[in-house]
């Protein structure tokens, strides 16, 4: 089995980028489903968090500034390790993320070896 990071990306900048209240609630059954599904699989590697909308980024010659991905109009809305076979099956788990009928863009990535 390999380790795949699910990056969920949130769109932060537009009209639409805070739900309401009731797409909030309506959203937190289905993400729930959705990750003990991937638990009861035993391919949950870690439990999920949720991240805060502030951040730093560090740019050269130490650069700080606040907001994360200041260029950019999305964040980072949340973070899953998993197992799967290959990317294949990593895919097919990310395509369940229930946020993505919300405008959200879900990125799989593979754990490298370190050397």
Known sequence: MNEFLIVI????TSKDATPSPEQMQAS?????????????QNKLVNPPKRWDLGGRVIKQNNTVINGPYAEIKESVGGLLLIRASDYDEAVEIAKGCPVLKWGAVVEVRMAMPTA
């Open 9 to 12: 990306h949130r769109d932060l």
């Open 28 to 40: 937190i059954k289905p993400f729930q489903d959705w990750i003990g599904g991937i638990a009861a």
